[in-house]
């Protein structure tokens, strides 16, 4: 990073989910995960996937935990606090980011995200359609069926990702 030169036409941005454990909808991605495994189960023939998705919807959907003297049963979103959490939500915006991310070549020099937080460089190819362009992946990204927002920052020189100035 010490040596990041960017093109003349490209600058920095980031982008940080709004609450994304409580806000992944668990029957959809259920659904999006469960097709995903069974879809690539070559990829998995090791894994019982029925038996893993099994697993998975009676953690998310059981989800029971404390908060000071008193006791919850989580009722939407990720089960917080449960060792699947962390994989789930990435693997669900990993789908997401499928549906979109290849519309976007020839502007999108890096896109990298960790959980809930993204880094990337975005490039101008055509000053005149640019602004269109940066306003259409915004929308891409903060697309409602997805059911996560995103604060995204203005393309700029210099960001603040995961506590480092770049």
Same mark, same amino acid.
Not at 30 to 42: H, K, P, Q, S
Not at 65 to 79: C, E
Not at 99 to 128: K, S
């Given at each position: ?8 036409? %490209?600058? &920095? ?42 697993? &998975? ?50 502007? &999108? ?13 975005? %490039? ?16 891409? &990204?903060?697309?409602?069926?997805? %059911? ?19």
């Amino acid at each position: 990073l010490v040596n990041l030169t960017l093109p003349p036409n %490209c600058l &920095l941005f980031t982008a940080d989910a709004e609450s994304m454990y409580t806000n992944i909808p668990t029957s959809r991605a259920l659904l999006f995960i469960g097709n995903y495994l069974r879809r690539e189960a070559a990829q998995f023939s090791d894994i019982p996937i029925d038996a893993l998705m099994a697993a &998975l919807r009676i953690v998310m959907k059981n989800n029971i935990f404390t908060f000071g003297d008193t006791t919850w049963l989580q009722k939407t979103g990720t089960a917080m606090g449960t060792p699947p959490a962390p994989p789930w939500a990435t693997i669900y915006m990993a789908l997401n980011e499928e549906t979109f991310l290849d519309r976007f070549p020839n502007n &999108l020099l890096l896109y990298r995200r960790y959980i809930d937080d993204v880094i990337g460089i975005w %490039c101008t190819t055509d000053p005149n359609t640019n602004e269109t362009t940066w306003n259409s992946f915004q929308a891409a &990204l903060n697309d409602p069926t997805f %059911c996560l927002n995103w604060e995204i920052s203005d393309p700029s020189s210099s960001v603040n990702f995961l506590d480092l100035t770049i």
